[in-house]
């Protein structure tokens, strides 16, 4: 099994419920400037991602959710390796409306919203 991103929550920013009642979740890395915390799930990486990038299909779990990338914007992977950045849409398309973002399957934003806290971890993996 290939494992293109593993890592654990370190803060929920306070305006996260918010931008998940739109089906968008923001994940940056610790050390991100405090205007975009409050709007992120702040994470440490474990390790370092992969170089190549997820595909479509691949499984992105947040906590005990689980769910399937469907669109991969050209230049996400990019941004999650750089500076451990990147806009997850929970939308279902496969060709993500801007080229920084995953599109994902729909999920129960209720569940997900409860699956983000301290400590979680998040993996996306084939």
Known sequence: ?????RSVITRVGPEV???LAGGVLILFADGAPEELAEVSVLHQIAGEPAITGPQPGAELCIGTLSTILTGVGDHAWAKVRDIGHVVVNFNGLDVPE???ELCASQINLDELGAALTAGSEIVIRN
Do not use: E
């Open 17 to 19: 419920p918010d931008l």
């Open 98 to 100: 801007r080229p920084g």
């Open 1 to 5: 099994m290939d494992v293109f991103l």
